[in-house]
């Protein structure tokens, strides 16, 4: 890619324009984040010879931010890949716009910078589907024959749960087993209303993908083969279990 390549696609994929903050080094572009004013990415205009390189004149290099320093170190050891230039603190890594590093690969890294400097709030919606359980209480709710008659309901909405993750319901005792799988399809439904057992401040619509049988996943098995101990509150699902549930 080279630096108009670059313009293009973080204005397509992220809405960022490049700004220039600088007279004294016109060449400088920053792209940096709407809600929280950091940056992503910064494009330099630097000598060949400060990078190494051989040759006169100037190269284009794209500054992106790595939040796994291993990683970072990694990265620099291959072709067109440098430790960050002029950006003396975190792991930033300098990206040379000559071809040396391949498109994918650049876009790829754009994406890691974007979310190592993002709010939490643009982490939570740009992040990719999850899977949950998330817990049941039959005492307080017909959940075993919630879609006899429906394949969407809606539930009370997890910390962290989006649309387009996947929830697993695990209906407590004397059930005790997952037996639904559904989808999200829409959250942040507004609700007031708490009870001497439950408070609701919004709600999820979730949609009936899959029943299971009380004896497919219990929470015996879930304990002992899969390492879940508990199932208190909506919870990440271990990868085993994940591939067991969906197989």
Not at 70 to 80: I, M, S
Not at 112 to 123: C, I, K, N, V
Not at 141 to 146: M, S, T
Request: proline content about 5%; charged content about 30%.
């Amino acid at each position: 890619m080279d630096r108009q390549q670059v313009f293009d696609h973080v204005k397509e994929k992220y809405g960022a324009d490049p700004e220039y903050l600088w007279r004294r080094f016109p060449d400088y572009a920053v792209f940096r984040h709407k809600d929280n004013g950091k940056w992503f990415g910064l494009i330099m205009k630097v000598p060949r010879e400060r990078l190494g390189l051989s040759g006169e004149g100037w190269a284009d290099i794209l500054n992106v931010k790595m939040d796994d320093p291993v990683y970072a170190d990694v990265l620099t050891r291959q072709e067109g890949i440098f430790r960050g230039y002029h950006i003396s603190r975190g792991n930033w890594i300098s990206l040379l716009l000559d071809g040396a590093a391949a498109e994918d690969q650049i876009r790829d890294l754009i994406a890691l910078s974007f979310s190592a400097t993002a709010s939490r709030e643009t982490r939570q919606k740009t992040r990719p589907p999850k899977e949950w359980i998330v817990p049941a209480n039959p005492a307080f709710y017909d959940i075993v024959h919630a879609f006899d008659h429906t394949d969407l309901i809606d539930w009370k909405q997890g910390k962290g749960i989006r649309t387009g993750d996947t929830v697993y319901l695990y209906v407590g005792a004397p059930v005790s087993a997952v037996l639904f799988r559904c989808l999200v399809t829409e959250t942040d439904l507004p609700c007031s209303f708490e009870s001497e057992h439950v408070r609701i401040d919004s709600l999820m619509k979730i949609r009936l993908e899959r029943r299971y049988g009380e004896e497919e996943f219990p929470f015996r098995v879930l304990k002992e083969a899969y390492g879940v101990r508990a199932v208190r509150g909506p919870r990440g699902i271990p990868e085993a279990l994940s591939r067991a549930l969906k197989a």
